[in-house]
């Protein structure tokens, strides 16, 4: 198997070895009024620039090259385990300029794969079309464009008669008559290496930011008579850029939308799906059922035949089959086996694993605890640094005092153990396999296999107190009671 996968992916891996892939990612994004760069948002649970570069794996290039200016730093954090090489574009003069800063990375690739690291939904198979039809066609750019009904924003595609273009118009240059044109520049593009780098030297920065436009290297290919061709995306959505805060929840909203599909077409119900949000890496199995108000974050791995019911939230739960989560619940880095229930109003935070048939009810935290088989944490409990055996039944109102304001201890429960209502376990502690707590306990000292526990003040009973109590209240409010006026 290949780093990517399949035989297939192999196969493409020879075929677009002389493919070089850029990656704009320089901007600081302007429009988004924010001190994070473009790049660095997040939307369908990942940082925009990694969509796009994972998009471009499989295609097998040669190499992946992004160009980063602002918080370059933190941009090559997360491409770097991406095997993504980065060049330093400082300051950002546009995008035809960021290409020239990386031609020295690009090397002597035959063609050019160009992408803007602000256009997260583009697909595979929609690059693999245009890079096709690049080489057949043989191009020398080839243009990814998009009908949009709404084309504001974009530079538009002027036609020069079937599949070939003329030029790219930016919008702050359209004429009167060219604002109807609704075919839009995705800025994904395949260039011929050998045409494209004459042509982006002749491009002057002739608009007002003084920048130096990619897109005006098309007009120029087209006056030397080289072919341009567009390759139409079969889903418009791929070309949006995220240039606004809107532009990032419209892409999001496709993302989570795109993901909900997936795990359906995979035999998971999702009621009102979209009111449930999920993670790209989440998967779950047939005949999961996810309420409406879900969030599935992270590494979550569900299995099959669980219920995960209205507004609970799973952030790098691993749920194996059959497991009901009942509604409100927040569960997280956490291992729930077969059989598990849990809630409603629970809170299972990281290193829990509760095993086969374990049960966690309404109002109960559990934290860095193993609750194992068949074993009943039912109500208003806190289980923190706990192990608790198999068939043990840990009453309303449980607390395991783990901390004891300088350091965390653990407590030991052991199997088929009952501990009564109420009870405190004061860590370290120790409860043997069949022993019994006694309900109010507060339990300092191991209790052995077997034994009772039993640590509370004794009851003391006195006869007739209360109506002795109550006598004497009434002679005391006798005198007072003349002076009271009568309602
Ligand atoms: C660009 C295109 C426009 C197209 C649109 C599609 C140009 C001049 N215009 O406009 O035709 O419809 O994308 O989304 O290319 N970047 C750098 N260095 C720079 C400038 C930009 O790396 O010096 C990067 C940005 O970080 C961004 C990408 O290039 O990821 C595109 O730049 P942006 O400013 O978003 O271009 P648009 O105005 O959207
Ligand atoms: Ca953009």
């Known amino acids: 198997m290949s780093k990517w996968g399949s035989s297939r992916d192999n196969a493409e891996a020879m075929a677009n070895s002389d493919v070089a892939i850029l990656v704009l990612a320089a901007g600081k994004g302007t429009r988004l009024k924010s001190s994070l760069a473009k790049v660095l948002h997040r939307a369908g649970g990942r940082p925009i620039v990694e969509h796009v570069v994972r998009s471009c794996q499989p295609l097998g290039a040669k190499k992946i090259i992004a160009v980063t200016g602002h918080q370059a730093e933190q941009i090559d954090a997360i491409l770097e385990p991406l095997d993504v090489e980065t060049v330093l574009q400082q300051p950002q003069n546009g995008t035809g300029h960021a290409m020239l800063v990386a031609k020295r990375a690009i090397g002597n690739a035959k063609y050019i794969v160009v992408l803007p ?15 096709n039809k690049h080489k057949k066609g043989n191009a020398a750019a080839t243009i990814l464009t998009a ?3 709404d084309p504001s924003g974009y530079g538009r595609i002027l036609r020069k008669s079937g599949d070939s273009v003329a030029a790219i118009i930016e919008e702050s240059q359209l004429t009167p008559d060219q604002s109807e044109l609704n075919e839009i520049n995705s800025s994904i593009y395949c260039f011929t290496a050998a045409k494209l780098w004459p042509a982006l030297a002749q491009v002057k920065p002739n608009n007002k930011h003084r920048e130096i436009y990619l897109t005006d290297a098309i007009s120029i290919l ?15 959505r791929e070309a949006l850029g995220c240039n606004t805060r809107a532009d990032l929840a419209r892409v999001d909203h496709t993302f989570r939308e795109w993901k909900r599909e997936e795990l359906m077409s995979n035999g998971v119900t999702i009621q009102l799906p979209e009111t449930v949000l999920i993670d790209p890496d989440v998967t779950a199995g047939e005949d999961t059922v996810i309420e409406p108000g879900v969030q599935l974050l992270g590494k979550t791995k569900i299995g099959e035949q669980c219920v995960i019911k209205t507004g609970s939230v799973l952030h790098n739960a691993v749920l194996e089959d059959e497991v009901v989560v009942e509604p409100h619940c927040v569960i997280s880095d956490s291992r729930l086996d077969s059989h598990v229930t849990v809630g409603p109003f629970a809170r299972v ?9 374990a049960r966690v009810g309404n109002f109960v935290e559990v934290k860095k605890s193993v609750i194992a088989e068949g074993s009943k944490v039912p109500h208003l409990s ?3 640094d706990a192990k608790i055996g198999t068939k043990s039944n840990i009453g309303a109102g449980t607390i395991t005092c783990n901390y004891d304001g300088f350091a965390k201890h653990p407590t030991t429960i052991g199997n088929r153990v009952f501990i009564g209502s109420d009870s405190v376990l004061i860590a370290p502690v120790r409860i043997g396999d069949g022993a019994y707590v006694a309900a109010g306990s507060a339990i300092t000292e191991n209790v052995p296999s077997d034994a009772l526990g039993i640590a509370r003040g004794r009851q003391v009973t006195k006869p007739g107190w209360a109506s002795k109590k109550r006598r004497e209240l009434a002679a005391e409010q006798k005198p007072k009671k003349k002076t009271k006026k009568r309602r």
Do not use: C
């Open 117 to 131: 690291g602000d256009a997260p939904l583009v697909r595979t198979e929609t690059l693999r079309a245009v890079i």
């Open 147 to 149: 009908v949009l009904a």
């Open 222 to 236: 087209n006056a030397k008579g080289e072919t341009v061709l567009a390759e139409i995306a079969p889903d418009s």
């Open 349 to 357: 935070r990281p290193e829990s694993h509760l095993k086969n048939g």
């Open 382 to 384: 806190y289980i923190g």
